[in-house]
């Protein structure tokens, strides 16, 4: 059964940094891309960020760039999202999800349970 | 940017009912486009890929028609299960984008 867990959410003030994770398990890690989506509140998706297997390639969504960093660790089975400079606009429920780029294209077909971060001071 | 919009916001039907939803596209996302379900507290589900793909376990009447700019998601029989919000969504290029969503309701 594959399964995806974030953590690391909570509270966090304005300019604050945060690190994301994400445990997968259930699947071959190392030969999936995998992307974090966010959702602020009553409100609809956004993705965030999108790495390659072997961490070769990377993309962002502009708001990101500069200030967030995907990665991931293959041995550990883990997906990460360094978040630094934070601002009020990044207080969202933040999902990882595995991205289909190797089977079709960048679509998403199992999603974690979501971690929620809350930048406010 | 690929803008996507969604119509209509919200689509209030009954159980038994078809439900035909909107996803227009700013610009040609040839056939790349898809659709998720999400409901209240819960990460969202891929029902649909490349437009007209049924995802693994998504039950047939759920259904996906469209190219270029414009698309539909249909729902041929809806079951109590399939109020919800639905998401449209891009991989033609980057920045990936989803649309607003469309909240189907119980009438």
């Known amino acids: 059964e594959v399964q995806l867990v974030e953590s690391g959410g909570g509270l966090i003030q304005p300019g604050g940094s945060l690190r994301l994770s994400c445990a997968a398990s259930g699947f071959t890690f190392s030969n999936s891309w995998m992307t974090w989506v966010r959702q602020a509140p009553g409100k609809g998706l956004e993705w965030v960020a999108t790495?390659?297997?072997?961490?070769?390639?990377?993309y962002y969504v502009d708001s990101a760039k500069g200030r967030f960093t995907i990665s991931r660790d293959n041995a550990k089975n883990s997906l990460y999202l360094q978040m630094n400079s934070l601002r009020a606009e990044d207080t969202a429920v933040y999902y990882c999800a595995r991205d289909l780029r190797a089977v079709t294209g960048h679509y998403f077909d199992y999603w974690g349970q979501g971690t929620l971060v809350t930048v406010s001071s | 940017e690929i803008v996507l919009t969604q119509s209509p916001a919200t689509l209030s039907l009954s159980p038994g009912e078809r439900a035909t939803l909107s996803c227009r596209a700013s610009q040609s996302v040839s056939s790349y486009l898809a659709w998720y379900q999400q409901k209240p507290g819960q990460a969202p589900r891929l029902l649909i890929y490349d437009a007209s793909n049924r995802a693994t376990g998504i039950p047939a009447r759920f259904s996906g028609s469209g190219s270029e700019t414009d698309f539909t998601l249909t729902i041929s029989n809806l079951e109590p299960e399939d109020f919800a919000v639905y998401f449209c969504q891009h991989r033609r290029n980057w920045p990936l984008t989803f649309g607003p969503g469309t909240k189907v309701d119980v009438k």
């Open positions: 790495i390659k297997e072997d961490g070769s390639e990377k």
